[in-house]
């Protein structure tokens, strides 16, 4: 089973600016999607964006304007640029890969926004 690591997490100031990173572990022949989901404390997982294997880049309506997904397709490999972060940015961003009918979590990388 492909294997997800994210890094590129860390501590920033409001206004600053991250991106996060998600690598396969593993080349996917197949169609895929890779998608970047946060999850603050006490809150559900949010969805943010998602990458395809054919291309395509779609968005939660909230999360349009600051936050950009795209990939390297060949890396397996998606990422996640963010700008003018805010305090309640805060949350730990997860990646998610979908294949073959399997669905795959990366570990997390956090990401602290002060105000």
């Known amino acids: 089973q492909v294997q997800l690591v994210e890094s590129g997490g860390g501590f920033v100031q409001a206004g600053g600016s991250l991106r996060l990173s998600c690598v396969g572990s593993e080349s996917i022949l197949g169609t895929w999607d890779m998608g970047w989901y946060r999850q603050a404390p006490g809150n559900q997982r949010e969805w943010i964006a998602t990458?395809?294997?054919?291309?395509?880049?779609n968005y939660a309506d909230s999360m349009k304007g600051r936050f950009t997904i795209s990939s390297d397709n060949a890396k397996l490999t998606v990422y996640l640029q963010m700008t003018s972060l805010k305090p309640e940015d805060t949350a730990m961003y997860y990646c998610?890969?979908?294949?073959?009918?399997?669905?795959?979590w990366g570990q997390g990388t956090q990401v602290t926004v002060s105000s």
């Open positions: 990458a395809t294997s054919g291309g395509t880049t």
């Open positions: 998610n890969l979908n294949y073959y009918g399997s669905s795959v």
